[in-house]
C-alpha cells in the first residue's frame, strides 16, 4: 500500500497534506522536492504533516515543508487546512484545535460557515527574531537590493517577512525584487516578501513571493504580516480585508503588540490519493 494524501488549498495556495500518525512518513529534503514536481509529482506549494505531539497541551504537531525542501515554522493558509483535515476526518471532534509547530503553539477554530479563524500569536519585530541583520529595531528600514534602495518592513510571524509598499500590485516588481530579496544577505535564513497596495484603511491588495516556493496565490502568514506591517505605520485600521490573487481573508489586529494577531479564512478540499509504492 502507498502513502495515502490529500490535496487542500487556502485559497490557491495548495498543500499535500498527509496523516503520520496513522502511517510512518519521514520524508528528506529530496523526497520533498520530488512530491512538490508539479509534473513528475504531486504538485504543491507546502507539504503538511499531522503528526503527534510532543507537549501536553496541543492535540497535534503541525509541520510544514516548502516545495524546495526546507522545513519552516509556520503556514497561515496550510493553518487553515490542517483544522480542515484533522476535524473533516474525525481524527479530533473538537471545533478548537490546539497545535504545536516549530515556531510555538497556535489555536484553530473552526467556524459554523466552514471557515477556519487562527490565533496567528503576538508579532514580533526585533530584527533578531526574523532574523534581519540590521542594528536595531525600526519600523521601516532602507534595503539596497539590485542597486536600487526600496524602503521595508519586517515581522516574524514564527516565520520571517518583509514588505515593500506598492501603488499598484498589478505591476509590482515580484519577480524581481521578490527573489533577490528572498536571498539577501542580511536575512540569513531568508525571507518571504510581501508587495502591499493599500486601497483603503479595510483594504490591502497583496501579492507575496514566498520563502522555498516562489510567487504563490495566497499567503497566509504574508497576508498576517502585511497588515501588521502597515497598522504599524498608521495606514489601516483594526480590522482588513487582505485581496490575494487566489482570494480574500480577514486579518484583525489592535496594534498593541502584546496583542495576537487574527486571522480568517476558506480551506477547501481538492481530492484525496494514494501514492504508487515506487514513491
Ligand atoms: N504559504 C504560507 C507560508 C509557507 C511558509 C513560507 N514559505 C516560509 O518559508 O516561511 C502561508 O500561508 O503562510
Keep these: 500500500m502507498g502513502l495515502k494524501f490529500a490535496k ?32 513528475f509529482g504531486v504538485g504543491f506549494d507546502q507539504l503538511l504533516l499531522v503528526e503527534k ?11 510544514i515543508f516548502n516545495a524546495d525542501g526546507s522545513e519552516v515554522q509556520n503556514c497561515g493558509n496550510g493553518a487553515r487546512c490542517f483544522a480542515r483535515f484533522v476535524y473533516d476526518r474525525g481524527l479530533t471532534d473538537q471545533r478548537e484545535i490546539p497545535v504545536e509547530t516549530a515556531a510555538g503553539k497556535l489555536v484553530l ?20 527574531a526574523l532574523p534581519f541583520d540590521v542594528p ?31 501603488s499598484s500590485v498589478n505591476d509590482a516588481p515580484v519577480e524581481q525584487l521578490g527573489p533577490a530579496i528572498e536571498s539577501h544577505p542580511q536575512f540569513p535564513e531568508r525571507v518571504n516578501v510581501g508587495f502591499a497596495e493599500v486601497v483603503d484603511r479595510q483594504h490591502v491588495k497583496l501579492r507575496v513571493y514566498e520563502r522555498g516556493a516562489g510567487e504563490t496565490l495566497a499567503c497566509g502568514t504574508g497576508a498576517t504580516a502585511a497588515m501588521v506591517m502597515l497598522r504599524r505605520w498608521g495606514l489601516v485600521d483594526d480590522e482588513v480585508t487582505v485581496s490575494l490573487p487566489g482570494g480574500d481573508l480577514r486579518i484583525r489586529w489592535s496594534g498593541d503588540p502584546q496583542e495576537p494577531v487574527w486571522m480568517s479564512g476558506p480551506a477547501e478540499w481538492v481530492f484525496t490519493g494514494e501514492l504508487c509504492d515506487a514513491n
Design 109 to 128: 477554530y473552526i467556524e459554523d460557515d466552514g471557515w477556519v479563524r487562527v490565533n496567528m500569536g503576538q508579532p514580533r519585530f526585533a530584527p533578531h
Design 136 to 166: 536595531t529595531e525600526q519600523a521601516r528600514y532602507d534595503l539596497e537590493v539590485l542597486g536600487q534602495t526600496v524602503e521595508i518592513g519586517a515581522v516574524s510571524l514564527g516565520n520571517p517577512h518583509a514588505m515593500l509598499r506598492v
Design 8 to 39: 487542500m488549498h487556502g485559497l490557491g495556495n495548495d498543500f499535500m497534506v498527509v496523516d503520520a500518525i496513522s502511517q510512518s512518513f519521514a520524508p528528506d529534503a529530496q523526497t520533498v522536492r520530488r512530491l512538490a514536481d508539479r509534473h
Design 53 to 63: 505531539p510532543t507537549r501536553e497541551d496541543v492535540l497535534f504537531r503541525y509541520r
